[in-house]
């Protein structure tokens, strides 16, 4: 079912009484109508040339508004399909070794994870590196695409040493990963080291989102290690930046 485009009653002319750019105005305008709920989550927006016509606005000027919303994360794009306003965000906290499914699902949300590919693959040196493996060594090569209520927030990339899951891709990895390596394999994460940095959405992982190449986007590289200090798992996650939001709650010494 297409979801419904909601109508232009809550759009006026901008820029008559707001100071500053006419684009700032527009995004104001749009921003407020999210806030106070007249344009809800999921909702589709009209087109642009819809938003042009209805408030004559210049195309322009609509795109940049737009384009501001989306780097604020109040909007989000679905190539060849229009803007839409983002669902809430879920909260990651990166200290803990929860996976996916659990953390959705504690904050009320549906999670659901489709895998796009599984093989023995080479390890090229930058990972061999982090696995202290040879050049060259095969490793598990997992790639999924998870998904919030259905809508597909982030494309991953992980990579298993095949010695501590050896038959690792036998398994459906359309669940929980983490579940799998706890109750197969007895592993234990002792360590998670995090990196994240923002990020444009390269080709393969846009398309995997259904989004257009360069859309905004969180990187977050996460390297897990077991009590023996064993690279356990190696994951490079590339998100809709609107999806997630980073909570970390820590002792200050």
């Given amino acids: 079912m297409r979801p419904k485009t909601e109508p232009l009653s809550w759009m006026r002319t901008p820029g008559t009484t707001a100071d500053g750019p006419q684009y700032l105005a527009l995004r104001d305008q749009m921003a407020l109508n999210i806030e106070m709920g007249n344009l809800p989550p999921g909702a589709k927006l009209p087109s642009e040339r819809q938003l042009q016509t209805g ?50 699902t504690e904050q009320g949300r549906t999670p659901s994870t489709e895998t796009l590919s599984k093989e023995s693959a080479p390890a090229p040196s930058v990972v061999a590196d982090i696995f202290r493996v040879a050049p060259g060594t095969p490793l598990h090569t997992i790639r ?15 990579i298993v040493d095949p010695a501590l899951a050896p038959d690792l891709l036998s398994h459906s990895l359309d669940g929980s990963l983490t579940h799998i390596l706890t109750t197969h394999y007895g592993i234990t994460v002792a360590r998670n080291r995090v990196d994240m940095r923002p990020c444009a959405l390269v080709r393969e992982a846009a398309d995997a989102l259904g989004a257009k190449s360069g859309t905004p986007g969180l990187l977050v590289v996460r390297t897990s290690f077991d009590t023996a200090g064993r690279v356990v798992e190696y994951d490079q996650e590339y998100w809709r930046h609107d999806a997630i939001r980073v909570h970390v709650d820590l002792n200050v010494r």
Avoid: K, N
């Avoid at 795109?63 to 229009?82: C, H, P, T, W």
């Avoid at 999924?144 to 992980?158: N, Q, S, T």
């Fill in 55 to 104: 408030t004559g606005t210049a195309r322009g000027t609509i795109r940049e508004a737009l384009f501001q919303l989306e780097a604020e994360g109040l909007i989000y794009r679905r190539d060849r399909s229009g803007w839409y306003v983002s669902p809430p965000a879920v909260t990651y906290d990166p200290t803990r070794w929860a996976g996916f499914m659990t953390y959705v």
């Fill in 144 to 158: 999924r695409r998870r998904m919030i209520d259905g809508r597909p927030v982030l494309v991953e990339r992980i």
